[in-house]
Every structure is written in structure tokens, then in C-alpha cells.
């Protein structure tokens, strides 16, 4: 069974940095392309960085140079590390792993970890 189980989330002032984790279980990292999603309230689900199996990374514009997604196999854990964080950053954030080859209907999600950025 495949578990994406995410932390790191919470409230953070603009200008603050988080970090955020996502412990795979029952995926071989090797085999998806693993990647962050998040959702704002009213707004869809959007692709906010990924990485493949070879280490090629993928980002949003709007977080390009600001984040940065990173895995380590030996933990079966990704993570995003962000900086410089905005308002506009609040979301739910989610951790994603799609199989190679297939599209993202195919793909396991995490239950989601919020972050709110606010003075």
C-alpha cells in the first residue's frame, strides 16, 4: 500500500523560510517523478516543483528561485524547501508521485500539510 505522509507545514511571517518533507512508503523512488502540488481556497491545484528520477527539476515560475525540491533515496523522502516566502505562498500543499510514463491521473497524493504566511 502507498503512503505519501507529509509535515513541515504552518504559520510563517513573509520573508520566512519552511521546510517541508514527504515520507514515501510501498513507491520505489526510482520509478515516479515526485513532485509538490498546492491548492489556495477558491483556486485549483497547481504544480509547484518537481524532480525526476534522474534529478532534473521542475519549477513554478512564481517560486523559481525561492524553493527548492530535493529527495533522498536513502530516506524514500522528498522535500521542499522554501524561502522568501509570500502571502500569496498560503496554501495546502501536497506531496505527488507519478509514475514514469504515466499522466498525473495516475499519480498518489499526500493528505496535504497547510502553510500560512502572514504577519
Known amino acids: 500500500q502507498v503512503q505519501l505522509v507529509e509535515s513541515g507545514g504552518g504559520l510563517v511571517q513573509p520573508g520566512g523560510s519552511l521546510r517541508l518533507s514527504c515520507a514515501a512508503s510501498?513507491?520505489?523512488?526510482?520509478?515516479?517523478?515526485m513532485g509538490w502540488y498546492r491548492q489556495a481556497p477558491g483556486k485549483q491545484r497547481e504544480l509547484v516543483a518537481a524532480?525526476?528520477?534522474?534529478?532534473?527539476?521542475n519549477y513554478a515560475d512564481n517560486v523559481k528561485g525561492r524553493f527548492t525540491i530535493s529527495k533522498d533515496y536513502a530516506k524514500n523522502t522528498e522535500y521542499l524547501q522554501m524561502n522568501s516566502l509570500k502571502p500569496e505562498d498560503t496554501a495546502v500543499y501536497y506531496c505527488n508521485a507519478r509514475p514514469m510514463g504515466k499522466t498525473v491521473a495516475y499519480a498518489y497524493w499526500g493528505q496535504g500539510t497547510q502553510v500560512t504566511v502572514s504577519s
Open positions: 510501498g513507491i520505489i523512488f526510482n520509478g515516479y517523478v
Open positions: 524532480i525526476t528520477r534522474g534529478g532534473t527539476t
